[in-house]
């Protein structure tokens, strides 16, 4: 009782106690050299998590809106990071956008969206889409198997009752000989 405590406990502050650093860029870093789409669509951001921007004095880090994201428009900056070392919070769940304020940099490239999930709830719903999928396979075969199967029992009906009734009955004897044996 006491382990399943534990393990109910682990299960439901695991995910709230401990965020993931997502390193920006992988091992390529913040730079013109990184594909940020690619490298956001194989990331998971999960509410708690932080994102770590490492970088040269060449670029910045900064926090724009989604339209200034597109247009690459670095004058409405939310916020404006350049010690080369920045780590933000993904704190609440929906989008967040990023771009390098260096001239050419966000055109060129430069620039991260990430879509920040809550921590429990929304994790379940990606997962159940994907089952469905599987099931209407696994219904097809069976019918075929059902379908199969029911012809030979109408032949061997007659039979096959009668020598259910024999068992049963012959249960039914065995049963009363044990009940009044024990
Ligand atoms: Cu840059």
């Known amino acids: 009782m006491a382990m399943q405590i534990t393990l109910l406990i682990l299960m439901l502050a695991t995910p709230v106690a401990y965020g993931v650093q997502h390193i920006v860029g992988g091992s390529t870093g913040w730079n013109q050299a990184g594909d940020y789409v690619t490298w956001a669509a194989g990331e998971k951001f999960v509410v708690g998590d932080t994102l770590l921007f490492t970088y040269d004095s060449s670029h910045k880090v900064d926090v724009v809106s989604q339209a200034d994201y597109t247009a690459c428009n670095s004058g409405n900056a939310i916020n404006s990071y350049q010690d080369g ?18 001239a050419g940099h966000c055109s060129g490239g430069m620039k991260l969206a990430v879509t920040v999930t809550a921590a429990n709830p929304p994790s379940t719903s990606p997962t159940t889409p994907s089952p469905p999928g599987t099931p209407p396979t696994t219904t097809t075969p069976s019918p ?20 259910c009734n024999m068992m049963f009955g012959f249960s039914v004897v065995l049963g009363t000989m044990f009940a009044f044996m024990g």
């Open 85 to 102: 070392n920045t780590t933000v919070a993904l704190s609440t769940a929906g989008s967040m956008y990023f771009i390098c304020p260096t």
């Open 144 to 163: 075929p198997g059902t379908t199969t199967s029911p012809p030979p029992p109408p032949r061997s009906n007659g039979a096959a009752s009668i020598y």
